[in-house]
C-alpha cells in the first residue's frame, strides 16, 4: 500500500518530538557521552525544522532549546496546555473573538494557568476576551495541535463546552480585534480550524452532544 507523502506537519512533528526527547534526556543525564548524543539529536532536530522554514537559524534553536533545559521532573518535556470554551447562548449562537495576533475568528482560548482547574480557565478566558459570563457544560474535545497542524509548538487543547450566563460583549482592547455571537450559517471569515471543532461545537449548544473527541490513536505513530 502506498504510504501518503510527507508533510510539513509530520516534519514539524518529527522535529519537536526529537528536541523533547534530547532535552528530556539532557534533564536526567548525568554522563557527559549521552549528553553529547543528545546534543546531536538537537541538531538533527533543528536541521528538520530548517528544512520547514530555511529562515530558522539551526544554531540559535539548538541553544534555544539547551536554555530551557531543566534537571530531573522539572527538565522533563511535555506539551503545553491550551484550554477553549465553545460559547452558546439561548438563540442557539456561538460565541467567536477576532484574535488580535492574527486577525482569525476562533472560539475564546488561552494556556492554562497554575492555580486554576482547566474548567476555571475556560470561564476566565471567556470573561476576559469577551466580557460573556459563563458556566461549563462539559468537556466535548481533546486535540492534539501539533497532529492536527493547527499550532507550531507542542500543545493539546481542551475545548469546553459553555452556557453563556450574563455579562454584556466587551472584546478585551489588546487581545481581541471583535467578538459577537454567530449563527450556523452566518459565520465570520476566516474562521480558524473550524472544519475540526464546528461541528462539535454546534451539536454541543444543539443539545447533541455524543463522547469527547481526542484523537484515535495511531499504529506505529511516527507513519501518518
Not at 536541521?47 to 536554555?67: G, P
Not at 495576533?101 to 469577551?130: F, I, N, Q, R
Amino acid at each position: 500500500m502506498a504510504r501518503p507523502p510527507i508533510t510539513e506537519t509530520d516534519l514539524l512533528r518529527w522535529a519537536e518530538a526529537l528536541s523533547g526527547i534530547a532535552r528530556t534526556g539532557l534533564g536526567f543525564t548525568e554522563s557527559q557521552y549521552e549528553r553529547e548524543r543528545f546534543e546531536e539529536v538537537l541538531a538533527v532536530a533543528a536541521d528538520i525544522r530548517h528544512a520547514i522554514d530555511t529562515d530558522v537559524d539551526r544554531e540559535h534553536l539548538v541553544q534555544e532549546w539547551l536554555k530551557g533545559v531543566g534537571q530531573g521532573v522539572p527538565g522533563y518535556v511535555t506539551p503545553k496546555v491550551a484550554v477553549g470554551a465553545v460559547v452558546g447562548n439561548d438563540d442557539g449562537e456561538l460565541l467567536l473573538i477576532q484574535r488580535s495576533d492574527s486577525g482569525v475568528w476562533l472560539y475564546p482560548t488561552g494556556w492554562a494557568d497554575v492555580g486554576y482547574s482547566a474548567a476555571e480557565v475556560a470561564v476566565k478566558e471567556v470573561a476576559e476576551e469577551t466580557g460573556i459570563h459563563c458556566e461549563v457544560v462539559g468537556l466535548i474535545a481533546v486535540l492534539d495541535g501539533l497532529r492536527l497542524g493547527f499550532t507550531r509548538v507542542p500543545l493539546y487543547s481542551l475545548v469546553f463546552h459553555c452556557r453563556a450566563v450574563g455579562g454584556e460583549l466587551a472584546p478585551h482592547p489588546l487581545e481581541t480585534l471583535d467578538a459577537g455571537w454567530f449563527a450556523r450559517d452566518a459565520l465570520p471569515s476566516p474562521l480558524a480550524g473550524y472544519e475540526q471543532w464546528g461541528e462539535l461545537a454546534f451539536a454541543a449548544i444543539e443539545g447533541h452532544a455524543g463522547p469527547v473527541w481526542f484523537d484515535s490513536p495511531r499504529d506505529p505513530p511516527w507513519l501518518g
